[in-house]
T-cell receptor, first 113, second 115 residues
Framework: GESVGLHLPTLSVQEGDNSIINCAYS??????FIWYKQESGKGPQFIID?????DKRQGQRVTVLLNKTVKHLSLQIAATQPGDSAVYFC????????????FGSGTQLTVLP | EPEVTQTPSHQVTQMGQEVILRCVPI?????FYWYRQILGQKVEFLVS????????KSEIFDDQFSVERPDGSNFTLKIRSTKLEDSAMYFC?????????????FGPGTRLTVL
């Protein structure tokens, strides 16, 4: 079946630098994408979402970029802080199967002091 | 801020035993979900539930699994005869709308250990 996956399993950045986490998806029917953050021992926490009719969406310190041509999604975190250290998952769904999220395998972000 | 709660936080059981994992979704949400995450792996969809019936289920959600909304607040996942490979974190989630229409809020999870 089609799946969502991440390019890099780990990412280390210096505190204050910007972080970019990437995600590739293969289901061309996907039209809704979400980034989740998961801290150790906790459930996934919503960060930001984007629909397929957009290519960029900004939140507080976070930006999601969507490139439908190459089926690529990225999460940019500005001025990364120690509290940003976590596993980041992208997830996708399509309106035809609009009740389940398909998650990628996750990227461990470590913020170095 | 409203949140999804789950009990217990950790459940240890013997292989072949039945377990019931409990969730209290956010009160005004209409759609409910169970996901699982085997240690070190990605989160996997199990089942979605709306209007007192299953909306979708994955291949993982076989006849050993069932869900129920026994009252106006609880949403349960039952595993009838647990297997070693059922050991995982189980997350409940809820949303106001369908997944494609808005955010799913996740609970903290129940860690199930099958011995």
């Amino acid at each position: 079946g089609e799946s969502v996956g991440l390019h890099l399993p780990t990412l280390s950045v210096q505190e204050g630098d910007n972080s970019i986490i990437n995600c590739a998806y293969s289901n061309s029917a996907s039209d809704y994408f979400i980034w989740y953050k998961q801290e150790s021992g906790k459930g996934p926490q919503f960060i930001i979402d984007i629909r397929s009719n957009m290519d960029k969406r900004q939140g507080q310190r976070v930006t999601v970029l969507l490139n439908k041509t190459v089926k690529h999604l990225s999460l940019q975190i500005a001025a990364t802080q120690p509290g940003d250290s976590a596993v980041y998952f992208c997830a996708e769904t399509d309106s035809g199967s609009a009740r389940q999220l398909t998650f990628g395998s996750g990227t461990q972000l470590t913020v170095l002091p | 801020e409203p949140e999804v709660t789950q009990t217990p936080s950790h459940q240890v059981t013997q292989m072949g035993q039945e377990v019931i994992l409990r969730c209290v979704p956010i009160s005004n949400h209409l759609y409910f979900y169970w996901y699982r995450q085997i240690l070190g792996q990605k989160v996997e969809f199990l089942v979605s539930f709306y209007n007192n019936e299953i909306s979708e289920k994955s291949e993982i959600f076989d006849d050993q699994f069932s869900v129920e909304r026994p009252d106006g607040s609880n949403f349960t996942l039952k595993i009838r005869s647990t297997k070693l490979e059922d050991s995982a974190m189980y997350f409940c989630a809820s949303s106001v709308y369908l997944a494609g229409g808005g955010e799913q809020f996740f609970g903290p999870g129940t860690r199930l250990t099958v011995l």
